[in-house]
């Protein structure tokens, strides 16, 4: 607050509060003169006046609030609270600390977030037989406070933060078992996450579904941990100023070309001389991030484009789009917000929605799946 605010609610306080004192003060002792009958003679409309003395509990609620105002400014900083702290204090990051809003929000977060790491530590880690990443999980934490409190860090710290966040990968795997582990898990997810990737966590367009074998930057714990310790942001370049408005139709007759059934998507026949010219656009120009093969690329978060997985749409026009301008999804970084214990539970939740292991386990299934569908197209074909 301003001094001029500050000064002018300070002049208030006091000015109100020493009014009212004075005026009580004033009305207890002052005695009218009283006639014979014991009123004041004053009459109003037939009723008279007398002097009776003011009701206990009145004065009791009076004087009570008036003390009750002034042990107020003593014990907080209500008044001069550029120079008066009051005396109340509260505890954040182990130290005692004045009295503030703010700083009690603090202290009670950070009470709050001490119940729920004890909790995380001794109650869900030892029931999903993961207890030993609490020693990762401290060690972490140490070099994250280093890293924040120094102003110039050594170069390998962030390298070694981020082998800690690597080693926390296989107790993510072993919550991913544990059902009460994964209860909390998604409570997290709906707070969270679900704004954009859904509530059942199948994503929309630009949001990724995360309950697919489909990973732009890798489905393995440790890769999900990365992600959402530090967010990621998609880099798919703008080409129309490189390739031309021609590049861009061919190239992205090219991809619609990969995917099996054009996406199942009906974007009619494809058009093969495009196809032909894109394909050596994208041998030059795409490959370098997409792969030469276009099954993407995790370090890079480029996808595969040969399936039938859209991030952005596989409309001819949508796909076309992407090409001229360009895409940069952003997922936000969750460490400063949640904290390493909440992120396990996250990357755990979202580690068991994968359709990873169903998949291995059911391969033949999935291919025999595939047949039938290759088997129906050919039988709507003819
Ligand atoms: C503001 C919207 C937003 C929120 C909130 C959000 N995400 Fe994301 N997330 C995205 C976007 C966009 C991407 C894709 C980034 C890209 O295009 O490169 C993404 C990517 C991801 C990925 C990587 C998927 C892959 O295929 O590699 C994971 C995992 C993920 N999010 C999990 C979460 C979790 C867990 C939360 C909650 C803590 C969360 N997200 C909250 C927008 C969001
Ligand atoms: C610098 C690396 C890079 C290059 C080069 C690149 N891409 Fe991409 N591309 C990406 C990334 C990263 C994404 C994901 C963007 C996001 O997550 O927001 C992407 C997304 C796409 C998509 C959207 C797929 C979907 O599921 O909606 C298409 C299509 C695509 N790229 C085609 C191409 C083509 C064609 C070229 C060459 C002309 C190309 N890309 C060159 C990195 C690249």
């Not at 207890?131 to 710290?157: G, H």
């Not at 310790?229 to 370049?237: E, S, T």
Request: charged share 20%.
């Amino acid at each position: 607050m301003t001094f001029f605010w500050s000064s002018w609610i300070t002049i208030l306080s006091i000015a109100c509060w020493a009014g009212i004192l004075g005026v009580l003060l004033f009305v207890l002792k002052y005695k009218p003169d009283v006639e014979e009958d014991g009123t004041t003679g004053h009459e109003y409309d037939g009723i008279r006046e007398y002097d009776k003395p003011l009701p206990k509990w009145w004065l009791v609620i009076f004087f009570g609030s008036i003390v009750w105002g002034f042990a107020y400014w003593i014990f907080f900083p209500a008044i001069f609270p550029s120079s008066w702290n009051g005396i109340t204090t509260v505890e954040v990051d182990g130290e005692t600390v004045p009295w503030t809003s703010k700083n009690e929000l603090y202290s009670e977060l950070e009470e709050n977030d001490r119940i729920f790491t004890n909790n995380f530590e001794q109650t869900i880690l030892v029931r999903a037989n993961a207890a030993e990443a609490t020693q990762t999980l401290s060690q972490l934490s140490s070099l994250q406070t280093t890293l924040r409190r120094s102003e110039s860090p050594p170069a390998d710290l962030q390298t070694q933060i981020d082998e800690q966040i690597e080693q926390l990968g296989p107790y993510v795997e072993r919550l991913a078992q544990d059902p009460n582990a994964l209860k909390v898990g998604s409570r997290l997810f709906l707070q969270n996450c679900s704004v954009c990737h859904g509530s059942n966590a199948k994503g929309g367009r630009g949001y990724p579904n995360l309950t697919d074998d489909a990973w732009l930057y890798g489905g393995e714990a440790k890769d999900i941990l990365t992600t959402l310790h530090y967010g990621r942001v998609g880099g798919m370049p703008a080409w129309r100023d490189q390739i031309g408005e021609d590049g861009v139709r061919a190239a992205s007759e090219y991809v619609l070309s990969l995917s099996p059934n054009n996406g199942h998507i009906d974007n009619g026949e494809l058009d093969q001389t495009l196809v032909r010219q894109g394909e050596a656009i994208f041998a030059q120009q795409c490959a370098l991030c997409h792969g030469p093969d276009a099954k993407g690329m995790t370090s890079v978060g480029a996808p595969n484009l040969t399936d039938n997985i859209w991030l952005y749409g596989g409309e001819r026009e949508t796909v076309r789009n992407t090409l001229r301008y360009g895409r940069a999804g952003v997922m936000p970084e969750w460490e400063t917000k949640l904290g390493n214990e909440r992120i396990m539970l996250l990357a755990a939740y979202v580690y068991s929605l994968s359709d990873r292991a169903s998949t291995q386990q059911t391969r033949p299934n999935i291919t025999a799946a595939a047949a039938t569908i290759s088997n129906e197209q050919t039988v709507s074909a003819n």
